[in-house]
């Protein structure tokens, strides 16, 4: 009898994307609360330790949903225009979702990373404005965990339909 714990799954990794956008924007708070001097497009302020520690966190939480789901969710993918055609919506759509969720992966973290990397610094540092990393790269953590949980959603009835039908176009083991 196989185990359903797909809900568990979807839980969990919303919980993390969730709780990875809620660091995102309190880091963004926390860097606002640093005195700084701003003129016109450039800025010189104090870093702030823990907007660095939260904006850290929120990016391993990330890194951590987006790995759980594809771990436990398989790839799929289409190597032709062909298998593309003939494969089914909810195949079209996990790898839809996949794509999705790579990219804003990849502009989430990058965001969040820079973040907290512009107050890791120990010293005050001037350069070009770079406020809103924090909260942007939090915000697209609650897009990351619809797109994550379409992905797991639609690739397990991607399994289940192929199971079904006894010719599974991609061994997902």
Same mark, same amino acid.
């Given at each position: 009898m196989a185990k359903n714990y797909g809900f568990l799954v979807c839980i969990l990794v919303m919980v993390l994307d969730i709780?990875? +956008?809620? *660091? +995102?924007? =309190?880091?963004?708070?926390? =860097? !606002?609360k640093v005195k700084d001097l701003k003129m016109w497009v450039f800025e010189c302020r104090d870093p702030s330790y823990e907007a660095f520690k939260l904006g850290l966190a929120a990016s391993i939480l990330l890194a951590?949903?987006?790995?759980?789901?594809h771990l436990l969710g398989g790839c799929i993918c289409m190597r032709s225009k062909e298998e593309c055609q003939r494969a089914?919506? !909810?195949?079209? *759509?996990?790898?839809?979702? *996949?794509?999705?969720?790579?990219?804003? *992966?990849a502009i989430a973290f990058s965001l969040l990373i820079l973040g907290a990397l512009a107050n890791s610094r120990s010293r005050e540092s001037c350069g070009i404005s770079n406020r809103r990393f924090l909260s942007i790269g939090g915000i697209l953590c609650f897009i990351h965990g619809l797109f994550t949980i379409g992905y797991y959603v639609s690739v397990t009835a991607t399994r289940r339909e192929e199971k079904r039908q006894g010719n599974p176009i991609v061994d997902h083991t």
């Open positions: 709780v990875a +956008g809620i *660091l +995102g924007i =309190q880091a963004e708070i926390a =860097q !606002n951590f949903a987006h790995a759980i789901t089914t919506a !909810n195949r079209q *759509l996990a790898v839809a979702f *996949l794509i999705f969720s790579w990219i804003v *992966l």
